[in-house]
């Protein structure tokens, strides 16, 4: 029987520290003395650790610490949403593309390649400048930009199981393609996706971080860490602290998911299990 071996040090450390970052964006507003929309017209521009502000203020007294606790709380539940989307798109499209095979795979896999050739983010953009902008429009047009290459393992992956014997048995018993796909696929599917939300998780956030420093994610006086980054390169001068408090969150969290949506995928081994479950059945043969 197979153990199941536990995370890598550094997929634990870095769940242990995302974990611990959304608590801290998710609750840490509530103990702060100052609301992050809040001025203090006593306190403009002063230094972190002044008159209680942990992080300093901006130009018109908003505590930087408040802001960059919500704005990662933001960014956070954005970008999660938003890669859901992705999860649910990519997933469900290429399995159907690799479990149907022949011409119709042959079609969707052109679809991709469409897509993938186009200027997507300058499409989101454009979408987001003509078009009102609401939670809704931001996380399909963020969902829509980076669900393309979890498609494309989806589809890989979908095909190989095409294939395996007992997806052929259930073919030979009379199972219909809906019902080899809902049974059979997507279950054994399911756990590759996961570790994929992992990364592309990472790449919704920075896609939502570069719309907001672009003013084309939320409007005030909600504020993301894009909105904060913009915010704080106006004030690069005067108050450098309102722009590295958000950067340094920003970097630390995208890095943390990356090694953890790396240490995920060599911790179940999914290719790597499909590989040698290839090459066994090519021995047995």
Not at 90 to 111: F, H, N, P, Q, S
Not at 140 to 145: F, L
């Amino acid at each position: 029987m197979q153990t199941l071996r536990s995370l890598p040090p550094l997929a634990r450390t870095c769940l242990t520290l995302l974990a611990a970052l959304a608590l801290i964006c998710w609750l840490g507003p509530l103990f702060s003395a100052y609301a992050p929309h809040s001025p203090d017209w006593n306190s403009l521009s002063v230094a972190p650790g002044v008159n209680g502000h942990w992080f300093g203020t901006d130009a018109i007294g908003r505590d930087v610490f408040a802001r960059t606790l919500a704005g990662g709380r933001l960014s956070l539940t954005i970008g999660l949403l938003a890669s859901v989307v992705a999860l649910l798109i990519g997933l469900a499209y290429g399995a159907i593309a690799g479990l149907a095979g022949g011409r119709v795979e042959r079609t969707m896999l052109r679809v991709l390649d469409v897509f993938s050739a186009l200027p997507f983010l300058l499409v989101v953009i454009l979408l987001l400048t003509l078009f009102e902008r609401s939670l809704g429009l931001l996380l399909a047009a963020i969902g829509g930009y980076v669900w393309i290459d979890l498609a494309r393992v989806m589809r890989a992956e979908s095909a190989r199981l095409r294939e395996a014997p007992f997806v052929l048995a259930a073919h030979a018993a009379g199972a219909t393609f809906a019902q080899r796909l809902r049974w059979h696929v997507l279950p054994n599917l399911m756990p590759l996706a996961f570790v994929y939300l992992g990364l592309i998780l990472p790449q919704a956030i920075l896609v939502e971080s570069f719309l907001g420093f672009l003013g084309l994610s939320v409007d005030e006086p909600s504020a993301s860490w894009g909105t904060l980054l913009a915010e704080g390169v106006q004030e690069l001068d005067s108050a450098p602290w309102t722009l590295l408090f958000p950067a340094s969150l920003l970097v630390v969290t995208l890095a943390a998911f990356q090694f953890l949506g790396d240490g995920l995928r060599d911790w179940m081994d999914l290719r790597g299990e499909g590989v040698r479950g290839e090459r066994a059945e090519s021995a047995a043969a």
